[in-house]
């Protein structure tokens, strides 16, 4: 009975398959963090067309399988069509677009405007000078992106031309010279030093904040509400916002929508500065100054044909994922019950949808060519990362921008001390071309709390017993040959690496913290050689080894170090584990099948001050027990 169900499930997938053409299956690029969702929601065949997903690293490297006909379409961000245009904009196309509900007729989901009282006498973007200036936020792209973009292309923002000013502190500098007070909270930088550091020196830009010592998330004069708020119930003179709510805020029509609540202030009273020096009324059409495409679908040209076949798939399976019980797996798929999928009658080159949408010039708006950070890399797979790395960072805000550079294996160290490159990530291997050339590290490998490494043996192993063991282990990880020699050292065994040897199944065994249940019967040796129940690892272990860091040369200081400190902070806190833009580009894990540990390391979680990272290693002992 077996065999026969057995076959006839066989032969319904042949039929299945035969019935299947071609042309109706459209494979999805998915990052590997959320391929269930995937296979949970997507990968059921409806009306005969069927959705198939491909697992790809994250988004970049989806961009590239798109690219090369491994997959057929992808969900992106803007950013990532910015990506795709300088990768082979003619071989992408937008087909269909997440929107709201709510605003499911606009073309684009930011409408930046500048909101001003009637009366006032701002007739132009150069009478904006000396004014009182409200914005939604620090980077935000309404409320200080696109702004910033347009009043520099007017030439209203004087930029500093100091060389070792960073790009964002430029814009601060720009900033608070031209508004007299403003209210522009959040964190200028990730490094909380540095934002210290630009608040105290921009001080201005937080004036019209409700807490300016603070200057931060929460503040009634924040947000897209809160800068309209701020203009009219703080005496600002100018409100950096987006048109949705504004007509939230002064009780208008949403589209053919009624009102959503009542007016907090008239509407008559206030109006829209346009580009040109204009006024318009906000009761009527807005004048836009740029505006941030929707979220969207993007395949490659082979789908241009019969991409409406896919539009109405993907209808079926947006109507299907939510109703799913699992909203936090259909969320994954950006799949929202206040977002509908809105199809494009015809397919748009990525390129010419950022230009339509005036956000191309928001994304380049300190230029493409000033402030770079050469990094050195020593192989070619890191190459390829460093990269794709560049690509994503420059899309994604940050600044100075990178530039990769290939040296051969072990050169990179004296390529920094050189300058021939401004920065090298190195590790324990490299320590002694560290100090030979004097570099100094900014930042160092921070790793998850329980991701050590320990000692276990036999809990009837006698003290005596336990000096003169071998010791077991992973002779190809650096790591484990460092708690091994450490090991070694604190029983008097004076070893240099090179005579150090693996001893299998010897009574004490160099293993990771993840392998504990196996040893259940064991304890745990410390580093003064008492011993310890399995459970007290993170007080007892033999993890020794000093991360990999991002180092520059030695006499490096001042601005021109902040630049280095913000952009590598930028790159962990966008793209660090569990951090918001992970399925963008995984910033740390495998890059590519085999490919461990390129540029920083798998485990690595973020990247943090020196000071947080390596205190309790001695490190004239690490250079002892290492025979440097």
Not at 101 to 117: D, N
Not at 122 to 150: A, E, M
Request: with cysteine.
């Amino acid at each position: 009975m077996l065999k026969v169900i057995a076959s006839l499930y066989l032969l319904g997938v042949i039929v299945t398959a035969q019935q299947t053409d071609p042309q109706n299956v459209f494979k999805i690029c998915i990052p590997h963090h959320i391929y269930n969702a995937c296979l949970e929601l997507m990968n059921k065949p409806a009306d005969n067309v069927k959705l198939e997903c491909i697992v790809g690293r994250d988004r970049m490297d989806c961009l590239e399988k798109v690219n090369r006909r491994e997959a057929d379409f992808l969900a992106v961000d803007p950013e990532d069509m910015y990506v795709a245009y300088h990768m082979s904009n003619q071989d992408f196309s937008v087909f269909t677009e997440f929107r709201t509900l709510e605003e499911s007729q606009a073309e684009f989901r930011y409408e930046g405007i500048i909101l001003v009282r009637k009366n006032s006498d701002i007739h132009s973007l150069h009478d904006l000078k000396g004014h009182k200036s409200c914005h939604t936020g620090f980077g935000r792209n309404v409320g200080y992106k696109i702004p910033i973009t347009k009043l520099k292309k007017h030439s209203v923002l004087k930029f500093s031309s100091d060389p070792e000013l960073s790009p964002t502190e430029k814009e601060l500098k720009a900033l608070s010279e031209f508004f007299s007070k403003a209210c522009l909270v959040g964190k200028y930088s990730p490094n909380d030093e540095i934002n210290r550091l630009f608040k105290k020196r921009y001080s201005n830009l937080c004036e019209l904040c409700e807490d300016p010592a603070k200057c931060d998330y929460p503040d009634k004069y924040s947000g897209y509400d809160g800068a309209i708020r701020c203009l009219v119930e703080n005496n600002g003179d100018v409100a950096f916002t987006k048109v949705i709510f504004v007509r939230k805020y002064f009780g208008l029509p949403i589209g053919s929508n009624p009102p959503v609540g009542e007016a907090k202030a008239n509407p008559d009273d206030y109006e829209y500065l346009c580009e040109d020096g204009s006024r318009r009324p906000i009761i009527g059409k807005a004048c836009s100054w740029a505006q941030r495409p929707w979220q969207a679908y993007m395949g490659n040209a082979d789908i241009e044909t019969r991409y409406q076949r896919l539009q109405k798939r993907l209808q079926k399976f947006y109507s299907d994922a939510k109703q799913s019980t699992n909203k936090d797996l259909a969320a994954k798929l950006w799949v929202k019950d206040s977002l509908t999928l809105a199809d494009k009658n015809e397919v748009v080159l990525p390129g010419e949808h950022l230009v339509r949408a005036q956000y191309k010039e928001v994304i380049e708006r300190d230029g493409l060519f000033e402030n770079k950070i050469l990094l050195c890399v020593s192989s070619e797979v890191a190459l390829r990362k460093c990269k794709v790395l560049a690509k994503v960072a420059y899309s994604r805000d940050i600044r100075p921008q990178f530039e990769c550079m290939l040296k051969a294996e072990g050169s990179c160290a004296k390529a920094v001390h050189d300058a021939q490159a401004e920065v090298a990530v190195l590790g324990p291997k490299d320590y002694q071309q560290i100090k030979d050339y004097s570099l100094k590290a900014i930042l160092y490998e921070k790793y998850d709390d329980d991701d050590l490494l320990v000692a276990v043996a036999d809990k009837d192993l006698s003290n005596d017993v336990l000096i003169k063991s071998p010791i077991s282990f992973n002779t190809s990880s650096e790591r484990e040959i460092t708690s091994a020699l450490l090991f070694s050292d604190k029983t008097g065994k004076k070893i240099c690496p090179n005579k150090l040897e693996s001893t299998p199944d010897a009574p004490i065994q160099i293993v990771h913290v993840k392998d504990l249940p196996k040893f259940e019967n064991k304890v745990l040796v410390c580093k003064d050689l008492t011993t310890k129940p399995i459970s007290e690892f993170k007080t007892c272990n033999m993890d020794y080894t000093i991360s990999p860091g991002v180092y520059v040369r030695g006499d490096t200081s001042g601005y021109l170090l902040d630049n280095y400190i913000h952009a590598f902070i930028s790159l962990s806190s966008k793209f660090g584990h569990n951090q918001p833009l992970e399925d963008v580009f995984e910033l740390f894990g495998e890059f590519e099948s085999g490919a461990k540990n390129v540029i920083f390391s798998d485990r690595a979680i973020k990247l943090d001050t020196p000071e947080n990272t390596i205190s309790n290693i001695d490190e004239h002992h690490y250079r002892q027990i290492h025979c440097y």
